[in-house]
Nanobody
């Protein structure tokens, strides 16, 4: 099972920004479609954004369109999620995985609060 390592989360005020990163130590993810997911307290884990292997086709859930941008650097075996204009409804543990997902890392907590 591939374990993913997410980082970049934290506490931010409403309207703030964060940039999440995800790597897969020991294995190349450059040829895989990847996704960012999040799980808020009491809610199911949901897909937030998806990026194809070459980064040419992306998908976003409606609630983050125009605020989140998914990207990847295949040379660094890393995907990113740039998040702008965060609001309290974005508070969740964020995970990355291949798409469709097969395994999970520990995730990174994002908390949006004043």
């Amino acid at each position: 099972q591939v374990t993913f390592v997410e980082s970049g989360g934290g506490l931010v005020q409403p309207g703030g920004s964060l940039r999440l990163s995800c790597t897969a130590p020991g294995r190349s993810i450059s040829n895989e479609a990847m996704g960012w997911f999040r799980e808020a307290p009491g809610k199911d884990r949901e897909l937030v954004a998806r990026i194809e292997s070459l980064g040419l086709v992306n998908w976003y859930r409606d609630s983050v369109k125009g605020r989140f941008t998914v990207s990847r650097d295949n040379a660094k075996n890393t995907i990113f999620l740039q998040m702008y204009n965060l609001n309290p409804e974005d508070t969740a543990v964020y995970y990355c995985s291949s798409y469709p997902p097969k395994s999970w890392g520990q995730g990174t907590q994002v908390t949006v609060s004043s």
